[in-house]
């Protein structure tokens, strides 16, 4: 039946495009990505030595390939669609394969100045508004581990800080010869989930923004968004929320000299309504953030700064939603007599872990991956600087940063107390290629990052993690690389965590201590047969110790292989 439908999309393409390409004046075209993975992992370790319940060897992976089909007509019409055949390792004859529209999207032209897109669609505004947080741990990562993150990020669709979401967008700009340059507006709409017609309802999420450039000297924008449900019969939930931010941006740039000065500040109301309860919450709140950038180019070098403060009760869900569900058990030796709790190695290499849609609720998160703002930019309840050092992009041989964080909660949260964060990352990306004028890959990647957290009073808290980054590639002969990577995290002391109710407050606070060390080794080669098509093959090791936890430490070892084309 599979193998019959699939024929049958196929099919349909070569007859359209045959009939198209013969009538009117449209072009089509194709490209495709082609991957197999596999992996062959041991499970070894003090916690799995008395433990029978759990699989301490197995090998496992995919192999895919996606057809993108891309069809065009003249400059006001594109259709394009990707259509996934995708079987697990060990399949026979083919029995379990899968095939899936992955993609489907249209974009057109109404005229020169106004565009639309419809299906698939990517949804980025503000990091107040709606905006896909990074969960990366350090921005300055290996290339062997920055490989097995790629493709993570391509199964869920992970392109910079964009949601994909289904619905619909449309784009216009209107260009001005005197007093202002060009006023641009842009609007979306998306369901986020669907109606069942009793008691589910449509929950939509819509905004916009309307954006003026007066010159290249100054921008000014006003953004909207916002997340509702359609009600239908016998709805007992009933949920709204509503963002509206302003900013600006003012960008100086001379010879020696460039000032670049943002801010956005804006309100949120939150509504949420429970028949059978007969319950009623709402909240406002605001938020408002300012960061500064001074490039002294003769030095090579930017002077970052910034000041923020985040109400306890801003609520803006597709802001605030994480792309990683720190709820997901890893499909990586999921058990070891008891679930197996989430890793840095799985954060960086388990597909599954991550979510593709926006929640309304927080999730609880693990704050040993980011105590200051687990919920990104927009983590509600925050106030403070930060300030910073980059290299500026004219440096050659080096691209480097650090910053440095302190914050305070707003009110306190189970108490009269106020958390603390005090936060420094930053790291350096050498190239050694260009230092020593060789002509092939060298490149040293190091970075990490140290959070502490305190509260004084009854209930205390004293907590830090420390993480670290590092990598190095060098390219032995043309385009084969050979590869090393490490990657850590400890993390140690107490912290109180609390669950949120479906009105998103916090309750029942639990204290928890920490004493637990990750460390991930990883060697490999890489082939590169084009841009994007290489073959890799790596050895991974990942050692987790619990040390507050007798006997619960373990390791994993694991051989990966990619082969990856794309045409």
């Given at each position: 039946?599979n193998?019959?439908?699939?024929?049958?999309?196929?099919?349909?393409?070569?007859?359209?495009s045959?009939?198209?390409?013969?009538?009117?004046?449209?072009?089509?075209?194709?490209?495709?990505?082609?991957?197999?993975?596999f992996?062959?992992?041991?499970?070894?370790?003090?916690?799995?030595?008395?433990?029978?319940s759990?699989?301490?060897?197995g090998?496992?992976?995919y192999?895919?390939?996606?057809?993108?089909?891309?069809?065009?007509?003249?400059?006001?019409?594109?259709a394009?669609?990707?259509?996934?055949a995708?079987?697990?390792?060990?399949?026979?004859?083919?029995?379990?394969?899968v095939?899936?529209?992955r993609?489907?999207?249209?974009i057109?032209?109404i005229?020169?100045?106004?565009?639309?897109?419809?299906?698939?669609?990517?949804?980025?505004?503000?990091?107040?508004?709606?905006?896909?947080?990074?969960?990366?741990?350090?921005?300055?990562?290996?290339?062997?581990?920055?490989?097995?993150?790629?493709v993570?990020?391509?199964?869920?669709?992970?392109f910079?800080?964009?949601?994909?979401?289904?619905?619909?967008?449309?784009?216009?700009?209107?260009?001005?010869?005197?007093?202002?340059?060009?006023?641009k507006?842009?609007g979306?709409?998306?369901?986020t989930?669907?109606?069942?017609?009793?008691?589910?309802?449509?929950?939509?999420?819509?905004?916009?923004?309307?954006?003026?450039?007066?010159?290249d000297l100054?921008?000014v924008?006003?953004?909207?968004t916002?997340l509702?449900?359609?009600?239908?019969?016998?709805?007992?939930?009933?949920?709204?929320?509503?963002?509206?931010?302003?900013?600006?941006?003012?960008?100086?740039?001379?010879?020696?000299f460039?000032?670049?000065?943002?801010y956005?500040?804006?309100l949120?109301?939150?509504?949420?309504?429970?028949?059978?309860?007969k319950?009623?919450?709402s909240?406002?709140?605001?938020?408002?953030?300012?960061?500064?950038t001074?490039?002294i180019?003769?030095?090579?070098?930017?002077?970052?700064?910034?000041?923020?403060?985040?109400?306890?009760?801003?609520?803006s869900?597709?802001?605030?939603t994480?792309?990683?569900?720190?709820?997901?058990n890893?499909?990586?030796?999921?058990?070891?007599?008891?679930?197996?709790?989430?890793?840095l190695?799985?954060?960086?290499?388990?597909?599954?872990?991550?979510?593709?849609?926006?929640?309304?609720v927080?999730?609880?998160?693990n704050?040993?991956?980011?105590?200051?703002d687990?919920?990104?930019?927009?983590?509600?309840?925050?106030?403070?600087?930060?300030a910073?050092l980059?290299?500026?992009?004219?440096?050659k041989?080096?691209?480097?940063?650090i910053?440095?964080?302190?914050?305070?909660?707003?009110?306190?949260?189970?108490?009269?107390?106020?958390?603390?964060?005090?936060?420094?990352?930053?790291?350096?990306?050498?190239?050694?290629?260009?230092?020593?004028?060789?002509?092939?890959?060298?490149s040293?990647?190091?970075?990490?990052?140290?959070?502490?957290?305190?509260?004084?009073?009854y209930?205390?808290i004293?907590?830090?993690?420390?993480?670290?980054?590092?990598?190095?590639t060098?390219?032995?002969?043309?385009?084969?690389?050979?590869?090393?990577?490490y990657?850590?995290?400890?993390?140690?002391?107490?912290?109180?965590?609390?669950?949120?109710?479906?009105?998103?407050q916090?309750?029942?606070?639990?204290?928890i201590?920490?004493?637990?060390n990750?460390?991930?080794?990883?060697?490999?080669?890489?082939?590169?047969?084009?841009?994007?098509?290489?073959?890799?093959l790596?050895?991974?090791?990942?050692?987790?110790?619990f040390?507050?936890?007798?006997?619960?430490?373990?390791?994993?070892?694991?051989?990966?292989?990619?082969?990856?084309?794309?045409?």
């Open positions: 039946m193998i019959m439908r699939i024929s049958k999309y196929y099919l349909f393409i070569f007859l359209l045959t009939n198209v390409i013969l009538k009117a004046q449209t072009e089509f075209s194709l490209d495709a990505l082609g991957r197999s993975i992996t062959n992992n041991k499970l070894e370790g003090d916690s799995v030595v008395n433990t029978s759990s699989d301490k060897k090998v496992s992976g192999v895919l390939f996606d057809l993108g089909t891309n069809l065009k007509y003249k400059d006001l019409l594109q394009n669609a990707i259509l996934r995708k079987s697990p390792f060990g399949a026979a004859f083919g029995q379990p394969t095939f899936q529209f993609q489907f999207q249209l057109g032209k005229n020169k100045n106004i565009n639309y897109e419809i299906g698939d669609i990517n949804v980025e505004l503000t990091p107040y508004t709606v905006f896909n947080a990074n969960e990366t741990f350090s921005t300055y990562e290996s290339d062997i581990f920055k490989n097995r993150r790629n993570v990020e391509y199964e869920n669709f992970i910079g800080n964009v949601w994909r979401l289904q619905g619909a967008q449309s784009r216009a700009k209107f260009d001005f010869e005197k007093g202002i340059k060009s006023i507006v842009y979306f709409g998306t369901r989930n669907a109606t069942n017609n009793t008691n589910v309802a449509d929950r939509i999420l819509a905004g916009g923004r309307v954006g003026i450039v007066q010159s100054l921008q924008g006003a953004n909207y916002g509702l449900d359609v009600t239908v019969d016998r709805v007992d939930v009933e949920y709204k929320s509503n963002v509206l931010t302003g900013d600006i941006k003012f960008n100086l740039d001379k010879e020696n460039g000032l670049v000065a943002k956005e500040g804006g949120s109301s939150y509504n949420f309504t429970q028949k059978s309860l319950v009623d919450s909240f406002n709140d605001y938020f408002y953030d300012g960061n500064v001074v490039t180019k003769p030095a090579k070098i930017k002077l970052l700064g910034g000041y923020k403060e985040v109400g306890p009760q801003f609520y869900p597709a802001a605030q994480v792309r990683l569900d720190p709820s997901l890893s499909g990586l030796f999921p058990t070891i007599g008891t679930q197996r709790t989430q890793t190695y799985d954060r960086t290499t388990q597909e599954n872990l991550y979510n593709r849609s926006i929640n309304p927080f999730y609880n998160f704050p040993v991956f980011g105590n200051i687990p919920y990104g930019v927009a983590t509600p309840n925050r106030r403070g600087f930060s910073g980059a290299s500026d992009t004219s440096f041989f080096a691209n480097f940063t910053n440095y964080t302190s914050q305070s909660e707003i009110i306190g949260e189970g108490t009269t107390e106020k958390r603390k964060f005090v936060g420094i990352n930053g790291g350096v990306v050498l190239d050694i290629a260009k230092l020593v004028t060789a002509k092939r890959v060298i040293l990647t190091i970075g990490g990052r140290q959070e502490k957290t305190t509260r004084g009073g209930s205390s004293d907590f830090t993690t420390n993480s670290i980054d590092a990598g190095l060098v390219e032995a002969f043309k385009k084969f690389d050979i590869m090393v990577g990657k850590a995290i400890k993390a140690e002391g107490n912290e109180y965590l609390g669950s949120r109710n479906v009105f998103n916090l309750e029942n606070f639990q204290s201590k920490y004493d637990l990750q460390n991930n080794y990883a060697f490999g080669a890489r082939v590169r047969f084009a841009d994007k098509s290489y073959l890799i790596n050895y991974n090791l990942s050692k987790a110790a040390n507050n936890i007798e006997g619960n430490n373990y390791a994993i070892k694991q051989l990966f292989i990619n082969y990856t084309i794309i045409f």
